[in-house]
């Protein structure tokens, strides 16, 4: 835990000239506005896939990224360095997710003579690993979340912590973050059966692992920091991320609302510790769970720039891209004035709130994004953008800002009303329910009445993803999806009656017929590629036959990442079968019933399509009986998700 060197604080004082972004979509868009108001030229990379995207355009040079995956387009280290040579930039803003988190990429930035705008090297290393970071916590005398604080192999030891702290626990990824790699476990079955499906099994090795207690009921809080290489710290707001799916943020608001002064204070104070104790220089987040007896335990430090400082930004007043530029020239960060008013995000993804939101891909047909007084959009899409299952599925962010939070409140109402996305599912029709929801928008609420898991258990009609004996929750049929599923049973239009403009719901059944019908004469109806049922209709019209399929296929187009059995292996319904990242969401897919392993047909980094098969079973009791479709086996998925690596994007 060194600081930087006396060379790198002296390059530090260099004067950042021409800025390579290395990084895409959104958050490109955003570093390349800020850079320019600064009078700094800029360079963009982009992949194939990102040829015509806006941000390209927008910067002063643009590189080609030649390959199809992010390993040989955004996360290639070395060709990024050479760009960097090639364009004659001196400096790098890695953004978020990629490689902003990876410290060796910073280190060959350096060397490379450039500044990089982001913590120095060692702090990456320091607070890039969810253990090391415990340690930093522990030295700095913050108190993280009770847990093992090294990696785990025995099962003995599993066991004696949950006894000892009590059920449910986390297993955790060193390595993972945003929900990625976190599996909660309820009962001495279901860690046996952990301990199980990832000793020796591809990919899943438990030296990988880690356990802390499970916080239910806990907010998630987190405080936007700065510090500069004079050993100035500021924290530019608190925020509120706790309405989350499968420990990933959809809505943040700042500041963090009804918190007591003392646990404010407490934040700051810990957050002082944690940047003080690596020697911090630039901006980063420090994330606690906030506990209804207002105890604050530390999760992690984001040493980078995130996807919500938008309402940061908007409650203090100052461009934190800028600070962040500033303070890697080597100048005075900016003390936060008294936060004013209060700002929501929402981030809009092609996700499907009719299947428990998961990630999908389309062509962008229409876009309408709300305007007028306290509106902000930060987007790198237009219509006719492809939504690439190869990268992540976040289109864009509104952000709200207004006086207070009932006022704000009122005005993302507005927003959403104008909101129009067409084209691919996203999640505002589960945005507009919550924003009219009096457990969320009541100004006399409880500090508590919105958890980590409040979305999960009301809109998404299952508990967080665990791992215990019998069925999983993910196998139950889906609350939200059956809401979703009454939702399209009519279609409104806008006709016209007596010149007055009037708005008409239609069944769907019927809008059906007269379309048929009208194709029947030549009419062509304009459609969404893909606003259909997906997993839905997997689940309520074909979950019986999962019990006789014995074919385990995959629920859409994904990268296999782990393989948690092996062939000839006994399993029960509810095991862990395989683990597919799509758009850096994991997705879990279980046993749907009792079976033995008869024939595995993927292997890790294998990419397949939707409905490809994945693993068929010897189904107990049918094992002669012919294997169904591979579709039907799709509802034996469940989901989860986060960044495919500490450099994922969130």
Known sequence: MIGPSMAIVEHMCNIVRKLLVANRGEIAMRVIRTAHEMGIATVAVYAEQDRSAQYVELADEAYLLPGDTYKDTYLNEDLLVDILHRSGANAVHPGYGFLSEVPDFARKVEQAGAIWVGPHPQALVDLGDKITARRVAKAAQVPPVPGVSEPVRELRTLLDFAHTYGYPVMMKRTDGGGGRGITVVRDDDGMRRFFMNHDAMQGGDLDEYFIEKFIDKARHVETQCGRDRFGSFTVYSTRDCSVQRRNQKLIEEAPAPFLPAEVTSQLEMYSRSLFNKVDYIGLGTCEFMVTPQRKVYFLEVNPRLQVEHTVSEEVCGLDLVREQITIADGGHLTPAPTPRGHSFELRITSEDPATNLTPSAGTLERIVWPSGPGVRIDTGVEPGDTISPKFDSMMGKVVITA?????????????????????????????????????????????????????????????????????PASLSAPAAGQDSAREEKSESFVIEVDDRRVKLTVPSDIVNNLMGAGRARGAKRPTQPLRGSGLHTVESGKAKDLGRSGV?????????????????????????????????????????????????????????????TLVTLDVDGAKDKPKGDATTAAAASGDKSGKQTKGGAR
Not at 442 to 462: A, P
Not at 560 to 570: C, F, H, K, L, S
């Open 403 to 471: 006086q207070d939070r009932a006022k704000a409140v009122a005005r993302v109402r507005r927003a959403l009303d104008e909101l129009v996305i067409e084209g691919v599912p996203t999640p505002i029709s589960l945005y507009k329910r919550i924003f009219n929801d009096d457990e969320f928008t009541t100004e006399h609420g409880s500090m508590f009445t919105v958890s980590t898991k409040w979305l999960e258990r009301k809109y998404l009609g299952r508990e967080p993803s665990t791992v215990r004996a019998g069925q």
């Open 552 to 612: 385990i296929a995959s629920p859409m187009q994904a990268v296999v990442t782990r393989i948690n059995v092996a062939e000839g292996q006994d399993v029960a319904k509810g095991d862990l079968l395989v683990v597919l990242e799509s758009m850096k969401m994991e997705n879990y897919v279980y046993a749907p019933v009792n079976g033995t392993v008869h024939k595995i047909f993927v292997s890790p980094a294998t990419g397949v399509e939707a409905g490809e």
